[in-house]
């Protein structure tokens, strides 16, 4: 079954703290991106990959990292969280980067709050 | 301004009713148009696809695309009480493979 794994789903942390978020996918997609998703703003892409080793910047990537060292994983990092990261996150992977042909798969979502 | 715009809702109907989803957006760049159903404590998953203007049917949903006047427009016939989610519309900048997210219209259906 094709799927898009993150975890974990729901975490409670402390300002500070760091933390990871893992996503993994099964579908060989050479396309994986993070979104987090706010009332009012709606989906808003953090990182985005086009490859192994290859990263790029969405539109809201200050405080977020992430790493492309294999095909399938594209963790999110959040070296210092602070409460203003208190939302609902999003992985997702495609084929390849172009949207118009693709289908975007997402993951079921990671709830984190910092407080 | 945001690029695609998107009334929040709720919208709240009984079941059997004809929906109509809607959003409007800003830039003439946007070749491509998608919706994307979103279900409580779920990812969003792809649930239509249209090119440039006009419809596209696919068994009890419509979408519909009017580039004249930059809107987009999602209709669900004999509604259920399953169809009860969040109803995000997208669109496409072919020049920069970026896809663009409304906020999401939020539809309960009532048995």
């Known amino acids: 079954e094709a799927q898009v794994t993150q975890n974990p789903r729901y975490l409670i942390t402390v300002t500070g703290k760091k933390l990871t978020v893992t996503c993994s996918q099964n579908m060989n997609h050479e396309y994986m991106s993070w979104y987090r998703q706010d009332p009012g703003l709606g989906l808003r892409q953090i990182y985005y990959?086009?490859?192994?080793?290859?990263?790029d910047k969405g539109d809201v990537p200050e405080g977020y990292k992430v790493s492309r060292k294999e095909k399938r994983n594209f963790p999110l990092i959040l070296e210092s969280p602070s409460p203003n990261q208190t939302s609902l996150y999003f992985c997702?992977?495609?084929?390849?980067?172009?949207?118009?042909?693709?289908?975007?798969?997402f993951g079921e979502g990671s709830w984190l709050t910092v407080v | 301004q945001k690029e695609v715009e998107q009334d929040p809702g709720p919208l709240s109907v009984p079941e059997g009713a004809i929906v109509s989803l809607n959003c409007t957006y800003s830039?003439?760049?946007?070749?491509?148009f998608m919706w994307y159903r979103q279900y409580s404590r779920k990812g969003p998953e792809l649930l239509m696809y249209t090119y440039s203007s006009g419809n596209k049917e696919d068994g009890r949903f419509t979408a519909q695309v009017d580039k004249s006047s930059k809107y987009i427009s999602l209709f669900i016939r004999d509604s259920q009480p399953s169809d009860s989610a969040t109803y995000l519309c997208a669109a496409v900048n072919t020049g920069f493979q970026k896809l663009v997210f409304g906020t999401g219209t939020r539809l309960l259906v009532s048995p």
């Open positions: 830039n003439s760049a946007f070749q491509y």
């Open positions: 990959s086009m490859n192994v080793e290859v990263t």
């Open positions: 997702a992977s495609s084929p390849t980067r172009e949207a118009a042909r693709n289908t975007i798969y």
